[in-house]
C-alpha cells in the first residue's frame, strides 16, 4: 500500500549536541498522528544517539548512504550491517550529491542497492535530471536510463523495500524553479515506467517523493498532487518548524 512519507535529509551538518536539540524539537512539536511518515538522515556519527532518541516515536531514522560491500579496506565509509547493528533500517542511495560531487554511477549504485535489499533495509532511491537534461528536452530519457540502470534489476517482490525520490537537480540552487504542475508530470511518468517493467501492482503501491527544494510554502500545492506522495527535504528539514509546517502539510 503506496504511503505518504516526509524524509529530512540532513546532510553534513549537526554536531551531536545540535542533533539532539533538533529531534527533541521534533519529538515535543511534531504531531502524534501524521498522515505522513516521517524519516530523519543525520549524519553517520550521530545516527546510534538519534535512534536511541526517537525510540516509542512515530519518527524512524536513515542513513545517507552505504558502501556496498559486506566489509574490508574501505577507510572512511560504513556497511549496511554496521547500520543495522545500530537500529537503522533506511538508507537514501543515489543522491544527486553522491552522483555529482563523488562520481556515484548507476552501476554502483545498483550494487549498493542490492547490499541494502540483502540487509532488509528499506531504500530511498534517488534519481533526476540535471539543467542541461532539461533543456534539451531530455529529461524522460535520463530519468527512465537512471531507474532501469540503478533499480530495475531487482525482483518485483523487493519493491516493498523501495521508495523513490526524484530529484530535478536543475531546480536546486540555480534560481530555476519547478512548478507542482512539473513535478507531477515527471511523477506521473516514473509511475508508469515502473508500471511498464514490472505491473500495476508495483507502480501503485510506490511512494514516489518529491525532492526539488520543498518549503513550507510550497509543500501543500506539491503534496496535493496525485503522484507526489510526500518529500525528501534538504535545507528545510534542519529547521524543526519549518520541517513540521511541510510534514503536517499532506
Known amino acids: 500500500m503506496r504511503k505518504k512519507i516526509v524524509a529530512g535529509n540532513w546532510k553534513m551538518h549537526k554536531n551531536a549536541a545540535q542533533t539532539k536539540e533538533l529531534l527533541n524539537e521534533l519529538l515535543t512539536q511534531i504531531p502524534a498522528e501524521t498522515a505522513a511518515q516521517v524519516i530523519v538522515a543525520p549524519t553517520f556519527v550521530n545516527l546510534a544517539s538519534a535512534v536511541e532518541n526517537l525510540t516509542h516515536s512515530n519518527i524512524s531514522v536513515a542513513a545517507q548512504n552505504l558502501h556496498q560491500a559486506e566489509s574490508g579496506a574501505f577507510t572512511g565509509e560504513i556497511s549496511a550491517d554496521m547500520l543495522k547493528s545500530v537500529g537503522v533500517n533506511t538508507v537514501i542511495l543515489g543522491h544527486s550529491e553522491r552522483r555529482a560531487i563523488f562520481h556515484e554511477t548507476d552501476a554502483l549504485i545498483a550494487s549498493k542497492v542490492d547490499t541494502a535489499l540483502k540487509h ?15 533543456q534539451s528536452g531530455n529529461h524522460f530519457n535520463i530519468v527512465e536510463n537512471q531507474l532501469r540502470d540503478g533499480l530495475f534489476h531487482i ?3 523487493n519493491w516493498e523495500k523501495i521508495v523513490l525520490a526524484y530529484e ?56 496535493s498532487k496525485p503522484d507526489v506522495d510526500g518529500g525528501l527535504i534538504g535545507g528545510a528539514a534542519l529547521n524543526a518548524k519549518d520541517f513540521i509546517t511541510i510534514v503536517t502539510s499532506i
Open 168 to 223: 530535478p537537480v536543475w531546480a536546486i540552487g540555480t534560481g530555476e524553479t519547478a512548478s507542482p504542475e512539473q513535478a507531477q508530470d515527471m511523477h506521473e511518468f516514473i509511475r508508469e515506467t515502473v508500471r511498464k517493467a514490472f505491473g500495476s501492482d508495483v507502480a501503485e503501491d510506490v511512494s514516489i517523493l518529491y525532492g526539488g527544494s520543498v518549503k513550507p510554502d510550497n509543500a501543500k500545492e506539491i503534496f
Open 120 to 134: 532488509d533495509m528499506t531504500v530511498i532511491f534517488c534519481f533526476g535530471e540535471e539543467l542541461k537534461d532539461r
Open 155 to 157: 525482483e518485483a517482490k
